[in-house]
């Protein structure tokens, strides 16, 4: 089978930073760009974070594209509380030498999505919509074209975790999310109620140290700073991995298991602003537009990421 081709659209983040090195050392993967967008810190750091995970993956041939440096219709809110000044706080790493692309993400996406057969390019967005949203909304003819999209995003028994109602990325950008969630395309969400379960403990980590090469030293040291804020806020043993659930999940969709629902996201009140409304219990009647994950084999998820870090 020829490898699945997929853009990573991200705001690195150490969550993000494993996520785009697992895509890059999967070979049933294409990885055609990088499409940054504002998010955990803003985008001229998105931008350079991008490209140093990239040359950290050797791996500097990867094209990274400038996106959206705010939301649809909101100020941007960033996390330099969980993931530092720089975004990739943990271990410091060279500035890149590999140049950005040119072309915006947004003219990116459209301009692939238009080009390649339709039904082939997976999106996987792990930050704030609003490159995918913008992209859409200015170009609706590419939505029936995109296989799938398979996101980091929302919470329902988890609630929130930048309110107490609303996951971060959909907080930041709730229109754009919006604009994602009723496109009428194939979508698996990877909400916190999963990813407060792929969960880093000691031994996972301390797996990580051990592999050969610059990678996994650096993945072991990006999780023991972002470990921190979790430990304090939730008192767990470890941090969740959030957004490499996505790209595992191309990979290996048998470690997850969610219910294909219909989830709202709330744009018009200040209490609950960006909070996904999934009808887990499927109570209302209105059609499922999602793929909802609630579970995953955090075991097979770690060996996964594990392994495959190795090969880089
Ligand atoms: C999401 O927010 C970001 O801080 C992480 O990178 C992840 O994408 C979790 O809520
Ligand atoms: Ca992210």
């Given at each position: 089978m020829p490898p699945r081709k997929i853009i990573i659209d991200t705001d690195p983040g150490q969550d993000d930073a494993v996520a785009i090195l697992l895509a890059l050392a999967s070979p049933e993967l294409d990885l055609l760009g990088i499409t940054c967008v504002a998010g955990n810190v803003p985008l001229d750091l998105t931008t350079?974070?991008?490209?140093?995970?990239c040359e950290l993956a050797g791996r500097p041939e990867t094209r990274v594209f400038a996106g959206c440096d705010k939301p649809m219709a909101r100020k941007l809110v960033?996390?330099?509380?969980?993931?530092?000044?720089?975004?990739?706080?943990?271990?410091t790493l060279p500035d890149p030498t590999m140049a950005l692309q040119d072309q915006h993400a947004v003219d990116f996406l459209i301009e692939t999505l238009r080009r390649e057969p339709p039904g082939s390019v997976t999106i996987c967005p792990i930050g704030?919509?609003?490159?995918?949203?913008?992209?859409?909304?200015?170009?609706?003819?590419?939505?029936?074209?995109?296989?799938?999209?398979?996101?980091?995003?929302?919470?329902?028994?988890?609630?929130?975790?930048?309110?107490?109602?609303?996951?971060f990325n959909i907080y930041v950008d709730p229109e754009a999310a919006k604009l994602v969630f009723g496109a009428g395309i194939?979508?698996?969400?990877?909400?916190?109620?999963v990813t407060h379960k792929a969960l880093t403990t000691r031994a996972r980590v301390e797996a990580f140290r051990a592999l050969p090469g610059r990678v996994?030293?650096?993945?072991?040291?990006?999780?023991?700073?972002?470990?921190?804020?979790?430990?304090?806020?939730?008192?767990?043993?470890?941090?969740?991995?959030?957004?490499?659930?996505?790209?595992?999940?191309?990979?290996?969709?048998?470690?997850?298991s969610g219910r294909h629902i219909n989830v709202e996201i709330e744009t018009g009140s200040d209490l609950t602003l960006g909070m996904t409304v999934a009808d887990w219990w499927r109570v209302t009647g209105r059609a499922p537009?999602?793929?909802?994950?609630?579970?995953?084999?955090?075991?097979?998820f770690f060996a996964l990421l594990v392994e495959r870090l190795g090969r880089l």
């Open positions: 350079k974070n991008a490209r140093i995970i960033t996390a330099e509380h969980v993931h530092g000044k720089t975004g990739l706080d943990g271990v704030p919509l609003t490159n995918i949203a913008t992209a859409l909304d200015r170009a609706p003819d590419i939505a029936p074209r995109i296989r799938e999209i398979v996101l980091m995003g929302g919470a329902y028994f988890e609630v929130g975790n930048i309110t107490p109602a609303a996951e194939p979508l698996v969400a990877m909400p916190l109620d996994g030293p650096a993945v072991a040291s990006w999780t023991d700073f972002f470990e921190r804020f979790d430990k304090e806020k939730y008192g767990s043993e470890g941090a969740p991995l959030h957004d490499p659930c996505t790209v595992a999940y191309l990979l290996q969709p048998d470690l997850f537009n999602a793929t909802f994950i609630g579970d995953v084999n955090a075991e097979g």
